[in-house]
């Protein structure tokens, strides 16, 4: 017996109805970011391995999905590597490209490749598919869609700000008002590390608070301490613990050290921005234990979670990443930027039921079918009701009524047209109302002006 088809995995098809819902999600995000200034670029699926490696860790790197050579080039497969157990070089020798893992590096290259045709700063926004080897699970594909706003060319934490704003905006158009943000900086954690002596292991120390959430604080102190013996155990476990420690306390723990004082500067300007006079429909929050694991954030780091559902983790996030560009040769050049993830945030919205009703619908309207004659009769004014932005469904086959009703309560369309032979000698139209099933009749003359005023 043949084995039924299905996706690979980690992947996904999508249903007209579950689309729907996806682009009324990206529909209110386009709309959103361009009422901030931003403006649309797009890039390939494909970039170079040497664009994507190093980017994102260790651990982000294992993640970028290889793509094999082709043709000739298979020849050139070191074997020797091979043999030796050592992979990297192996993976090397038989790939050169890869399948983008997020937005933001193909970005950082988009900028330096297309320096002197664009004017800094650079406001874009990019809703596009990328691709992650990750294990999959509840809320985590390996194929998924990121949507992505950036400010690259400026410094001012004013770009921050606006970033939180647009944040507030879009989920609060979405239905949601029980999100928190949560921000950081990477200056407020090296501190921490300097501290507590990690500096020599400040990727290791950020990495290891990063899984918090996921593995708990006994595990992340044994994580630290494995790569950093003399941690002051009770105090960092104090301090982990602490997630609504003020900003205005981390001074004096920061007193010898400019850019942490800086990095407590920059958060404590963005909370004053926030005050009684302007103010966010969701909370916005100080966590001390905030780190976003990729390597190429440098300053302000932000989280949106729901405070009611944590099952699903965050469904968005972003920072500031000064300089990324120069791994491109493109020298002191800031970004910031934040991420809407759409598959979570769908998620959320289907199981608490956020959609608006009409998203249901495949169609508005369905013509029954009464033979080619009678649709060629009424063939203008369909394209008059079409043009108007109707979404209107001919029915393709010259069955029994019944059969068509049917199919269109499966769609879930609110009106079915109904012109046979008896309307066409009376020159009228009647109008099926699927919710009611009451019918009304029209003259054909007045017929599209019925149907502007439904």
Sequence with gaps: MSKSPSNPKGTRDFLPLELSKRNYIINILRKSFKNFGFSEIETPALEKNSTLLGKYGNEGDRLVFKILNSGDKVKKADFNSLESNDLSSFTKSISEKGLRYDLTVPLARFVSQHQNNIAFPFKRFQIQNVWRADRPQHGRFQEFTQCDADVVGNKSIIQEIELIKLYDSIFSQLGFNDLVFKIN?????????????????????????????????????????????DVPVDELKKLLSERDVELDSLKSLFSNNEDSLNAVNDLTEIFNFFSDQI????????????????NYYTGTIIEVCSKTNDRLGSIGGGGRYDDLTSLFNLKNISGVGISFGLDRIYLLMDENNMFPAH????????????????????????????????????????????????????????????????????????????????????????????????
């Design 279 to 294: 103010k966010l429909n969701n909370e916005i929050r100080f966590d001390l234990t905030l780190a976003r694991g990729l």
């Design 359 to 454: 998203l249901d619908k495949s169609f508005e309207f369905m013509v029954a079918n009464f033979g080619i004659e009678n649709l060629k009769k009424i063939s203008p004014y369909i394209d008059k009701l079409r043009n108007l932005n109707n979404e209107i469904f001919i029915y393709p086959d010259d069955v029994k009524l019944n059969k068509q009703f049917t199919f269109a309560n499966k769609h879930n369309a609110s009106f079915v047209i109904i012109y046979g032979d008896n309307e066409r000698k009376k020159d009228v139209v009647t109008l099926k109302n699927m919710q009611t099933g009451d019918q009304s009749t029209h003259e054909l003359s007045k017929f599209v002006s019925i149907i502007k005023k439904l």
């Design 185 to 229: 900086h990477r200056g407020i954690l090296k501190g921490f590390a300097n501290h507590f002596g990690a500096n020599e292991k400040l990727t290791h120390f950020i990495t290891s608070i990063d899984k918090l959430d996921k593995i708990g604080i006994d595990k992340v102190i044994h994580e630290i301490k494995s790569q950093i013996k």
